[in-house]
């Protein structure tokens, strides 16, 4: 799959919400994970963990009452995308989460995510 | 400035090929860089350290031939672009380089800019 390919299919699977499927299909084994600086859990390495971690989100998710994704941008290797999520976290109100999402693609996978907001 | 006025006015400038004046306008005196894993210079912190490799990188640049921008995508104090210039660095032939950039504000200002390719 070429650099577009994967994004486009990311966008698609995340647009749905299924973010995890979006993991195993398009995710290498060693892909990385790195959220932004002060964030609870900042690098991640391997696929495990970040489904893992993926995992730990959705358990603290109350409820998401809607998921915008935006087309990618392409560059070189590289994709980013924003994600906005109307989102109500257990024991919090709700709100509204956006960032801007940052992907490197290898070999048709892709091996780095990195969050910024 | 919001986020999205100083992603635009960035955009603009690096339109017309005038980074520095973009980076003494736009960015903070603390401002970091990070070049995409690999890269001979990694990690700069500060706008003189930031001005400085931009005029090294000028300095190796024999002739550029275009630059494109895209329009940025915005997420929350974070906004991206992607950067293709069609180059020829002295002593090399003439190649097309592409990147996604990203950069998070604060205060309206720019305090990082990361890149990836």
């Given at each position: 799959m070429t650099t577009q390919q994967v994004a486009d299919r990311l966008v698609a699977l995340c647009r749905e919400g299924k973010f995890e499927e979006a993991q195993n299909e398009?995710?290498?084994?060693d892909a990385t994970s790195d959220e932004p600086?002060?964030?609870?859990?900042g690098h991640v390495a391997g696929l495990d963990g970040i489904i893992e971690k993926g995992r730990q989100f959705a358990g603290m998710t109350?409820?998401?009452?809607g998921i915008e994704v935006s087309d990618p941008i392409i560059g070189g290797n590289a994709f980013a995308c924003t994600l906005r999520m109307d989102i109500t976290m257990k024991g919090k109100n709700r709100s509204n989460m956006e960032e801007v999402c940052v992907y490197t693609v290898k070999d048709g996978k892709i091996v780095s995510e990195r969050f910024a907001s």
């Amino acid at each position: 799959m070429t650099t577009q390919q994967v994004a486009d299919r990311l966008v698609a699977l995340c647009r749905e919400g299924k973010f995890e499927e979006a993991q195993n299909e398009l995710y290498a084994r060693d892909a990385t994970s790195d959220e932004p600086p002060g964030a609870p859990v900042g690098h991640v390495a391997g696929l495990d963990g970040i489904i893992e971690k993926g995992r730990q989100f959705a358990g603290m998710t109350e409820a998401v009452h809607g998921i915008e994704v935006s087309d990618p941008i392409i560059g070189g290797n590289a994709f980013a995308c924003t994600l906005r999520m109307d989102i109500t976290m257990k024991g919090k109100n709700r709100s509204n989460m956006e960032e801007v999402c940052v992907y490197t693609v290898k070999d048709g996978k892709i091996v780095s995510e990195r969050f910024a907001s």
